[in-house]
């Protein structure tokens, strides 16, 4: 049985609770007090709109969402749009490989349609080849921005002291392209025009030789920058042994 089946994933309401997902945030990231999203955050999130999701085995808590709630306007849109901003999703080390971030995922994308909501967008590293294969081939998100240095400079490992550039995932819960891809379909209806490559060993690089990984994530930024001006997105991701390469395509 996948080990993710047996825990439960429900919403978590208690201050006990959300006390417990700050500790988790050290222990998954890393995080000096300074970094770290209090339990107050998470008690206004519960207030206003937000998602809070805990995932138990047992009576332990082992993997943690916040999303909180946002607007905006697409550029052909005449009313702003209510969407929800999946700020964090915590799952410690031993309890990776399961299944379980994506079962927090679609448990997300369930309680956001009950809801009436169309979009969740997230960040999340360029660098980071796993997850953003994770985001595009395996939910369905497409990207059409960049943001140099989101969130400033970090004490967390994980991020090496470079600048926490970032994209922008935009899932679309009910598209079709969506739906295709939680139903186990190829991510293949999108024309691509486009491959802008990272590689493979860029993880080695952060730690062993940051200035290197700099350049490449500069270089990722300015092309990427360049192709969603011309009105492209992020459509796919190919896995190869010396790179990887991400899928710029139209996306409407």
Not at 27 to 33: K, L, N, Q
Not at 81 to 88: D, N, P, Q
Not at 117 to 131: K, S, V
Not at 212 to 230: L, S
């Amino acid at each position: 049985m996948n080990r993710a089946e047996t825990i439960l994933i429900r919403e978590i309401h208690e201050y006990s609770e959300f006390e417990t997902a700050v500790a988790l945030q050290k222990e998954i990231w890393g995080f000096a007090d300074i970094d770290v999203i209090p339990a107050r955050m998470f008690v206004v999130a519960s207030k206003i709109g937000g998602q809070l999701l805990g995932a138990f085995d047992g009576e332990k808590m082992v993997a943690f969402l916040l999303a909180i709630p946002g607007i905006r306007r697409e550029p052909d849109g005449i009313e702003p749009m209510y969407y929800l901003h999946s700020h964090m999703l915590g799952v410690l080390p031993e309890y990776r490989d399961a299944g379980l971030g994506k079962a927090m995922k679609l448990r997300q994308r369930e309680n956001a349609i009950e809801r009436g909501i169309e979009l969740i967008q997230w960040t999340f590293d360029p660098l980071e080849a796993r997850n953003a294969f994770f985001n595009i081939e395996r939910l369905g998100a497409i990207v059409r921005r960049y943001v140099e240095n989101q969130y400033g400079h970090t004490t967390s490992a994980l991020h090496a002291g470079l600048p926490t550039d970032r994209f922008v995932a935009e899932w679309w819960l009910t598209s079709e392209r969506v739906r295709n891809i939680l139903a186990g379909g190829q991510n293949g209806s999108h024309p691509v025009v486009e491959h802008i490559p990272v590689p493979a060993d860029i993880g080695e690089w952060k730690s062993g030789d940051p200035r290197r990984a700099r350049a490449v994530q500069q270089e990722i930024g300015r092309r990427c920058q360049g192709a969603f001006a011309r009105g492209l997105a992020i459509v796919g991701l190919e896995r190869g042994a010396e790179h990887y390469d991400y899928l710029l395509g139209e996306w409407k």
